[in-house]
Nanobody
Framework: QMQLVESGGGLVQPGGSLRLSCVASGRTWEISTMGWFRQAPGKDRQSVATITWRTAQSSYADSVKGRFTVSRVYAKNTAYLQMNSLKPEDTAVYYC????????????WGQGTPVTVSS
């Protein structure tokens, strides 16, 4: 089993920045990929960014490219999502999730942290 805990959400003005953290515990040696997702009220969950755990290769949704950066500190079992130039449309609950080795799906999810971008 694996547990994920996000933190760092909050209220920020348009143009501002936030950094989300996701700490993994449990069978962390099985992590292959970490992903950040978001879900706005009334909308489907959307993939925001992903990072491969061992090689730190990243990918981004078009809507956040150039503004968001995903990273990880392998030794701390922690992934980050640095969000800059935030827009009102970035308002959502943000979740981190993990795939384990051999899994095609994200099996482990955090509880989510809310981000509100508003003046």
């Amino acid at each position: 089993q694996m547990q994920l805990v996000e933190s760092g959400g909050g209220l920020v003005q348009p143009g501002g920045s936030l950094r989300l953290s996701c700490v993994a515990s449990g069978r962390t040696w099985e992590i292959s990929t970490m992903g950040w997702f978001r879900q706005a009220p009334g909308k489907d969950r959307q993939s925001v960014a992903t990072i491969t755990w061992r090689t730190a290769q990243s990918s981004y949704a078009d809507s956040v490219k150039g503004r968001f950066t995903v990273s990880r500190v392998y030794a701390k079992n922690t992934a980050y999502l640095q969000m800059n130039s935030l827009k009102p449309e970035d308002t959502a609950v943000y979740y981190c999730a993990a795939k384990d080795l051999g899994s095609e799906s994200y099996l482990y999810w955090g509880q989510g942290t809310p981000v509100t971008v508003s003046s």
